[in-house]
C-alpha cells in the first residue's frame, strides 16, 4: 500500500504528501459540512458550489478515469469517497438548500436551478478535459471551481446574516485548496500559471472568508 500511495516517476515524495494533504482536508471538510447540514437543516455551502463540486467529483471518479500519476487505485477510491460524500451534500441541498434564496421566485425554482446547473457545470468539465485543456487529475476546472466556490461562500454569507458559519469548516476549506494543494501545484507543475493565479485568487478570498467568519462567530459566542 506504502508503495502505491508514494511511488511516482516525476512527482517528488513531497509534492505527493501535500496532494494527500489536501485531499484528506477536503474529505474533513465535507464531513463538517454534512454533520452541520442534518444538525441545522441549513447547508453552510452554497447551492452552486456544491451542485458543481459533486458533478466534478463524480466525473472524475467514475466516468473521465484522469490518469493519476501516482496513488493508483486507493487514490481513485479516495477521489470516489469525495464523490459520495458530495452526493449526500446534494441530497441537503436538495432538501435545504431553497433556505439560501432571498427571491420567492428563485425558491419556487429552486429543484430546478440544482438540475440545470448539474448538467451544466458537468457538460463543461467534460467537454473541457476532452478538449485538452485540463492538468493531470483535473487540477484547472477544480481550481476554477475553487474560485467560484470561495466567491460565493463570500455571497452566502453576507446573505446569511443570523447564521453562525463555522470557522472550522472555512480553515479546512482554506488548508484543502489555497494552501495544500497549492503547495503540491507549486513541487508538481510549477509552470501551470493558470492555476497558479486561480489559487493566488483563491487564497486572498479564502482569508477574507475566514476573517468574516471568525468575527461573527466570536460575536455570537460573547453574547
Known amino acids: 500500500m506504502f508503495n502505491e500511495l508514494f511511488h511516482s516517476d516525476t512527482y517528488s515524495l513531497w509534492a505527493m504528501i501535500f496532494y494527500y494533504l489536501g485531499a484528506v482536508a477536503w474529505l474533513a471538510t465535507y464531513v463538517m459540512i454534512i454533520r452541520r447540514m442534518f444538525k441545522d437543516k441549513f447547508v453552510e455551502f452554497p447551492v452552486i458550489v456544491v451542485t458543481g463540486n459533486v458533478v466534478w467529483e463524480i466525473l472524475g471518479g467514475f466516468v473521465i478515469y484522469p490518469p493519476l500519476p501516482f496513488g493508483g487505485n486507493i487514490l481513485m477510491w479516495g477521489w470516489r469517497l469525495g464523490a459520495i460524500l458530495d452526493i449526500i451534500m446534494l441530497y441537503g441541498i436538495f432538501k435545504y438548500g431553497a433556505k439560501q434564496w432571498r427571491s420567492p421566485q428563485l425558491v419556487k425554482y429552486h429543484h430546478w436551478i440544482v438540475v440545470f446547473t448539474f448538467l451544466a457545470i458537468g457538460a463543461m468539465t467534460y467537454t473541457y478535459y476532452q478538449a485538452g485543456y485540463d492538468l493531470p487529475m483535473m487540477f484547472n476546472s477544480g481550481m476554477i471551481l475553487n474560485v467560484v466556490m470561495s466567491v460565493l461562500c463570500i455571497n452566502l454569507f453576507i446573505a446569511k446574516p443570523d447564521y453562525r458559519f463555522s470557522p472550522y469548516i472555512a480553515w479546512s476549506k482554506f ?16 509552470d501551470a500559471y493558470f492555476a497558479g493565479v486561480m489559487g493566488v485568487i483563491c487564497f486572498i478570498l479564502d482569508i477574507i472568508y475566514i476573517n468574516m467568519v471568525t468575527k461573527r462567530w466570536r460575536a455570537t459566542s460573547s453574547s
Open 175 to 190: 488548508l484543502a485548496s489555497s494552501v495544500f494543494f497549492m503547495i503540491y501545484l507549486i513541487l508538481a507543475t510549477p
